[in-house]
């Protein structure tokens, strides 16, 4: 999601330390990064007076519920270690605690690995993770703040612990009672008794006597408790993933889809209120949904849900009340047709539902695969549960199964015909052509649901080749399908990751079994044994302006001149992993490279890292493209889309800076710097500079205006060594970033 400031005042500047949507350490290296991530699995919410701070799989937002302003912290803009963020607490002193990794069902919790407990103050943000302190594990999937003011956090593997601001003690099954050492929720009672939900059960916990409640010895429905929440009458209210429990010390009361009303069996959020009403959240697992929201007073029970109500989806995983008595929900898609739709849904108890969007983009998830540009410069990408999304430079446009004819949401390769129609492969047999507006045609593969065309590419005759995973190659000539396989051809394997196709009409295929070279009759295959090829699982070819063929495999890259091979591993070269997904070729011939821990350039002979995911799964880079602003776009696997903008000072343009975006180049300061941004308005602005303490500093400063792109050329002939705020205000918008001057005595 963009990094969006919206700050009025100076005294405002002071409170917050600017998030701005550069990186500071990048500044003097010339580029910076913008982020592109949607809250598909919204996870947890918390209030701050007006403020809700909203955790996601697409970072951390603060969602002003009065003046609807959003502001977005990801590991691009913020010192948030990662995107996958599962749980926040507010402790005493106002710090933020955000959890990172798990997830709401089970796909995410297999998947979904974290990076630590982070902690903000509103301008410092404190990483603890298992490298350097005492935190038990890096996926935190539920943090609480005690009476105490202690931090619990109860992690997906490594039990629990406790941290009082200087040590840690932490909760295991080895060294503890705790039946589980995944633990889901942390809770104080009415009495300062913990109770503890883990996927084995319920503990009591009074600082020294255990008691452990299972479904063997007490009324709990299941032993994989998601969620406790304590009544008004000290009473336990207990959610798992197969019903509901009450237990008020004495007596347990079950509730089930069998003998209730009870719409759903799996319960991940309960709302108990003064006045006895119960709010219950269901959510679906895997490719199911839930049923939406459950309300039980007395004995009755009200299910609220997409069918009978304004609640856009049935997988709800927020309930919170606000000040004023309103209840607020977030209401998810489920797994298999995209996670989210960010959003957040206000209810006044009656009929009346109000939805909010938090995101800034129609991005449904944040894994992808693929990404093309047509010939109007237009971004095209597809990914995992995604659908296919179009960006303009300006507005992003989302086409997927239940808003289009699309086949299907996964979306693998997104490639354009000699005609310019885009096409785009699915999985189980399909492959779909758009048609303009929200219209697509299905192809249908031969061999039908046991082929899984993961890459398409076009010849010169237009022919569509599909590699599969599984059932090899494909080839369509409009009306007729050609299937080459390990049986009847010289393919060394069936399963095909790439196709790229050079200006004779050659085809380079990539396989789980070496490199093959198919020339329309003739099969030449290179493996490791007969050519320098570093290892026999080849993932992509691309195609240098010398014809020269760089070739990702999982155990390093080549380079293949036609004769000789020259091969890039950690040890001879710069490369960041030896398992390497994609090489793109910009304009200037350097080469980017996505792998497995990020990505990575070679320009000559010069390597320059620049990202580094190591250690967090399924947030490889999976494809590289480049926009006609001379930005690269970086696909990856749960970190959304990531953006490389070099100097920032030259490609300036209306296409490429987002309105709510403003920086200034370079930054740090160490001579003149311009401050740039868009503005929905050809208003007048003027500049206001702050130092650290609030002091307002008058600087000289030229400004000029162009196709709605305003620069103030800024010379800080009164700056020392330091950090200052700036903000830019006309009559109608105010806009805020931040700066680090290097050196003083201009």
């Not at 693929?370 to 990914?383: E, P, R, S, V």
């Not at 390769?413 to 492959?431: A, E, M, V």
Request: charged share 15%; net charge neutral.
């Amino acid at each position: 999601m963009k990094t969006k400031v919206l700050f009025q005042t100076k005294k405002q500047l002071l409170l917050l330390v600017v998030q701005c949507v550069f990186v500071s350490s990048f500044f003097a290296q010339g580029f910076t990064w913008q982020d592109y991530t949607s809250p598909t699995t919204i996870y947890s919410a918390v209030f701050e007076g007006n403020y809700m701070w909203i955790t996601t799989s697409g970072g951390v937002i603060k969602f002003d519920t009065v003046t609807k302003n959003r502001e977005y912290f990801n590991p691009y803009n913020s010192g948030l270690p990662c995107n996958n963020v599962f749980s926040v607490a507010i402790d005493n002193a106002n710090n933020k605690w955000f959890g990172t990794g798990g997830g709401a069902s089970g796909y995410y919790e297999a998947t979904g690995a974290g990076r630590g407990l982070a902690k903000y103050n509103g301008s410092t943000w404190t990483v603890y993770n298992t490298s350097n302190s005492g935190l038990p594990n890096n996926s935190v999937r539920c943090v609480y703040v005690d009476n105490s003011n202690d931090i619990w956090a109860g992690t997906n593997g490594g039990g629990m612990t406790k941290f009082n601001g200087t040590t840690w003690v932490t909760y295991k099954r080895t060294t503890s009672p705790l039946p589980s050492d995944t633990v889901s929720c942390i809770v104080n009672d009415n009495n300062g008794l913990k109770w503890i939900a883990t996927f084995r059960g319920v503990a009591s916990f009074d600082g020294t006597t255990w008691t452990i409640y299972n479904k063997a010895n007490s009324g709990l429905p299941g032993d994989t408790v998601r969620t406790i929440a304590i009544g008004p009458n000290n009473e336990k209210w207990i959610g798992t993933s197969r019903g509901v429990a009450k237990f008020n010390d004495t007596t347990w009361t079950t509730y089930t889809t069998l003998n209730s009303g009870l719409p759903y069996r799996n319960v991940i959020r309960i709302l108990p209120e003064m006045d006895g009403t119960v709010w219950f959240a269901t959510y679906g697992m895997a490719e199911t949904y839930g049923s939406g929201l459950a309300k039980l007073v007395g004995t009755t029970w009200t299910t609220y849900s997409s069918s009978n109500s304004n609640l856009p989806r049935n997988n709800v995983s927020i309930i919170l009340s606000d000040a004023s008595g309103k209840l607020w929900v977030s209401s998810e898609r489920g797994h298999k047709a995209g996670k989210g739709m960010g959003q957040m849904n206000r209810f006044d108890r009656n009929v009346l539902w109000e939805t909010f969007e938090i995101s800034d983009n129609e991005l449904i998830d944040n894994f992808f695969y693929t990404m093309a540009k047509d010939q109007a410069g237009n971004l095209w990408f597809g990914g995992e549960k995604a659908g296919v999304t179009k960006f303009d430079g300006t507005v992003w446009t989302n086409y997927n199964i239940e808003n289009s004819s699309l086949a299907d949401d996964d979306n693998y390769s997104i490639k354009f015909d000699n005609n310019g129609d885009l096409w785009t492969s699915h999985d189980r047999g399909r492959i779909s052509k758009y048609n303009g507006g929200t219209s697509y045609t299905t192809l249908s593969t031969p061999n039908g649901i046991s082929d899984d065309p993961f890459t398409i590419a076009f010849d010169s005759s237009n022919n569509l080749w599909a590699g599969c995973r599984g059932t090899g190659v494909l080839k369509y000539n409009g009306s007729m399908w050609t299937n080459f396989t390990t049986s009847n051809s010289g393919l060394p394997h069936n399963y095909v990751n790439h196709i790229k196709i050079d200006n004779a009409d050659n085809l380079w295929i990539s396989t789980n079994n070496g490199l093959a070279l198919f020339d329309g009759t003739t099969w030449t295959v290179y493996n490791t044994s007969n050519s320098g090829l570093p290892f026999n699982q080849v993932s992509h070819v691309e195609i240098d302006q010398a014809n020269n063929k760089w070739i990702s495999t999982f155990g390093g890259l080549a380079k293949f001149d036609g004769t000789t091979w020259t091969v890039y591993k950690t040890n001879n070269s710069g490369i960041s992993n030896n398992k390497v997904y994609c090489v793109a070729i910009d304009a200037n011939n350097v080469k980017w490279i996505g792998t497995w821990t990020g990505a990575c350039k070679l320009d000559g002979t010069t390597w320059t890292t620049l990202t580094n995911f190591s250690g967090a799964p399924y947030q490889y880079v999976k494809d590289i493209g480049f926009d006609n602003n001379g930005n690269t776009w970086l696909m990856t696997q749960g970190q959304g889309l990531v953006v490389y903008i070099p100097d920032v000072s030259t490609s300036l343009n209306q296409s490429n800076i987002h309105h709510e975006t403003i920086y200034n180049y370079p930054n740090p300061v160490s001579d003149e710097t311009v401050i740039s941004f868009a503005s929905h308005t050809a208003d007048s602005f003027v500049l206001k500079v702050v130092d650290i303490s609030g002091r307002e500093i008058s600087l000289n400063y030229t400004y000029t205006i162009n196709n709605g792109i305003h620069i103030f050329k800024l010379s800080p002939n009164k700056l020392t060594q330091g950090i200052y705020f700036y903000s830019v205000i006309s009559k109608s918008e105010s806009k805020s970033g931040k700066m680090l001057v290097l050196s003083s005595g201009y």
